[in-house]
């Protein structure tokens, strides 16, 4: 077992002790200022909605190596060092899928997102990427050059056996959309703690109504005096008949009060303090702060769009370019050499899943390509998810179809002139 992966799974013993004791709970809600109690589930549902609609759509895209050849377009290097760890299986713990929409989760929640580089040049063993908890990552960036003649980075990073530290070039470094000075990245609830913990307090105060049996606070009038052993023990009785209780012993909607006394609610309506309107503003907040759109968690009051298409383009422009085009960028600069960049390689997530059109709507579009030399009939074919014919690699067209500088000699009698003896004979070889 090779130390990369001993540290691993010493790490993920390490997380599994701790989750078992909700210590993962506890600093998620420490962080947002809410204090935890025990047995209550305490949660912001907009804020998960958009880590899961951005970490689902990250996993989503498969991530593979191609090469630019020139004069020849480009091909999928399936023969990489990289490919299978990319496209398949980073570690042998975790599908591709997985750790991507791991990484882009982490990235979100905690502004940063770490994997540690497995460079192994045994061919026995793939090369692998393994995920790094953010929470034990330091950042260290070494402007007095006192590791190395040059400035650089470093990445020192806590472990149950120890600490070590990694230079860049061991670490794919996944920053959130929000950094001050380019090194680390400010996470979303650093950015909105106030509105994600009102919107906290907002559920547990639905959650309490719903105990209460939906009734608000009362005041209790009564002439005389009572000691206040006497004054706990009327009020908890009243409490216990109001919140329904009771209902065992058959009591579910009355309210027995003595005589002389008097139960005045105090009624609170959730319309009256616009509860909805202000709840609802939040989740927008939050939505747009990740750049995830309303109808994505719920919203669909201001829905303008013509088709589902339509806004899954405009997620895919406004919101998952940026993500997608800073993990190419990061992959391709750590993971890629400069000898390989020149001969043409380079990363790239197939963001066409997102924009994946209906099976009349592909087929048209295919088509059409076919028929204007722009796909050759079995290029159409594998993307239908079909095996190649013979004769089908030939690239077809409409016959018509004719260079832009010889359109119109078809209806002319005139070729004295060097351009007409050229359209002449190409016409003829057609």
Same mark, same amino acid.
């Not at 390490?14 to 305490?42: C, I, P, T, W």
């Not at 016959?399 to 209806?411: C, N, T």
């Given at each position: 077992?090779?130390?990369?992966?001993?540290?691993?799974?010493?790490?993920?013993?390490?997380?599994?002790?701790?989750?078992?004791?909700?210590?993962?709970?506890?600093?998620?809600?420490?962080?947002?200022?809410?204090?935890?109690?025990?047995?209550?589930?305490?949660?912001?549902?907009?804020?998960?909605?958009?880590?899961?609609?951005?970490?689902?759509?990250?996993?989503?895209?498969?991530?593979?190596?191609?090469?630019?050849?020139?004069?020849?377009?480009?091909?999928?290097?399936?023969?990489?060092?990289?490919?299978?760890?990319?496209?398949?299986?980073?570690?042998?713990?975790?599908?591709?899928?997985?750790?991507?929409?791991?990484?882009?989760?982490?990235?979100?929640?905690?502004?940063?997102?770490?994997?540690?580089?497995?460079?192994?040049?045994?061919?026995?063993?793939?090369?692998?990427?393994?995920?790094?908890?953010?929470?034990?990552?330091?950042?260290?960036?070494?402007?007095?050059?006192?590791?190395?003649?040059?400035?650089?980075?470093?990445?020192?990073?806590?472990?149950?056996?120890?600490?070590?530290?990694?230079?860049?070039?061991?670490?794919?470094?996944?920053?959130?959309?929000?950094?001050?000075?380019?090194?680390?990245?400010?996470?979303?609830?650093?950015?909105?703690?106030?509105?994600?913990?009102?919107?906290?307090?907002?559920?547990? %105060?639905?959650? !309490?109504?719903?105990?209460?049996? %939906?009734?608000?606070?009362?005041?209790?009038?009564?002439?005389?005096?009572?000691?206040?052993?006497?004054? !706990?023990?009327?009020?908890?009785?009243?409490?216990?008949?109001?919140?329904?209780?009771?209902?065992?012993?058959?009591?579910?909607?009355?309210?027995?009060?003595?005589?002389?006394?008097?139960?005045?609610?105090?009624?609170?309506?959730?319309? !009256?303090?616009?509860?909805?309107?202000?709840?609802?503003?939040?989740?927008?907040?939050?939505?747009?702060?990740?750049?995830?759109?309303?109808?994505?968690?719920?919203?669909?009051?201001?829905?303008?769009?013509?088709?589902?298409?339509?806004?899954?383009?405009?997620?895919?422009?406004?919101?998952?370019?940026?993500?997608?085009?800073?993990?190419?960028?990061?992959?391709?600069?750590?993971?890629?050499?400069? %000898?390989?960049?020149? !001969?043409?390689?380079?990363?790239?997530?197939?963001?066409?899943?997102?924009?994946?059109?209906?099976?009349?709507?592909?087929?048209?579009?295919?088509?059409?390509?076919?028929?204007?030399?722009? %796909?050759?009939?079995?290029?159409?074919?594998?993307?239908?998810?079909?095996?190649?014919?013979?004769?089908?690699?030939?690239?077809?067209?409409?016959?018509?179809?004719?260079?832009?500088?010889?359109?119109?000699?078809?209806?002319?009698?005139?070729?004295?002139?060097?351009?007409?003896?050229?359209?002449?004979?190409?016409?003829?070889?057609?």
């Amino acid at each position: 077992m090779n130390p990369i992966e001993s540290i691993f799974r010493l790490f993920g013993t390490h997380l599994r002790r701790k989750s078992m004791e909700n210590v993962e709970l506890n600093q998620l809600l420490d962080f947002l200022g809410v204090k935890y109690v025990k047995g209550e589930a305490l949660s912001e549902a907009t804020y998960f909605a958009c880590l899961k609609v951005l970490s689902e759509s990250i996993g989503k895209l498969p991530l593979k190596i191609q090469q630019h050849i020139p004069n020849k377009g480009v091909r999928i290097a399936r023969e990489h060092p990289w490919y299978r760890a990319l496209n398949e299986r980073p570690n042998r713990y975790m599908s591709a899928s997985i750790f991507w929409s791991g990484m882009e989760q982490c990235r979100n929640h905690y502004g940063n997102a770490y994997a540690l580089i497995d460079w192994s040049n045994d061919p026995k063993r793939p090369r692998q990427l393994w995920p790094m908890d953010p929470k034990n990552v330091r950042i260290w960036y070494d402007n007095a050059c006192l590791l190395r003649e040059v400035p650089d980075v470093y990445y020192q990073y806590s472990t149950p056996k120890g600490q070590i530290v990694l230079g860049s070039e061991d670490v794919l470094h996944f920053k959130s959309h929000h950094t001050m000075g380019g090194l680390a990245g400010i996470s979303v609830r650093e950015q909105l703690s106030s509105t994600i913990q009102g919107n906290i307090k907002a559920q547990k %105060m639905v959650s !309490d109504m719903y105990d209460s049996g %939906m009734t608000a606070k009362a005041v209790l009038q009564y002439t005389g005096g009572l000691n206040p052993e006497n004054v !706990d023990a009327l009020t908890k009785q009243v409490e216990l008949y109001a919140q329904g209780k009771k209902r065992s012993g058959g009591v579910a909607n009355i309210i027995p009060i003595p005589v002389g006394f008097t139960l005045t609610p105090l009624n609170m309506k959730l319309a !009256d303090s616009q509860f909805l309107e202000v709840k609802q503003y939040s989740a927008l907040q939050i939505a747009s702060a990740f750049g995830v759109k309303p109808y994505q968690v719920g919203d669909y009051t201001k829905s303008s769009y013509a088709s589902a298409e339509a806004q899954q383009l405009s997620f895919l422009i406004d919101t998952l370019l940026f993500n997608v085009k800073q993990y190419e960028e990061e992959i391709a600069y750590k993971l890629l050499t400069s %000898m390989e960049e020149s !001969d043409g390689y380079h990363v790239k997530f197939n963001t066409g899943v997102i924009l994946r059109a209906d099976q009349q709507t592909q087929i048209n579009t295919l088509s059409a390509a076919v028929s204007n030399f722009l %796909m050759t009939p079995n290029e159409a074919r594998e993307k239908l998810d079909l095996p190649w014919v013979q004769g089908g690699d030939q690239l077809l067209g409409n016959g018509a179809s004719i260079p832009v500088q010889y359109a119109g000699l078809q209806y002319t009698n005139t070729t004295t002139s060097a351009q007409g003896k050229e359209g002449e004979k190409w016409m003829l070889k057609k």
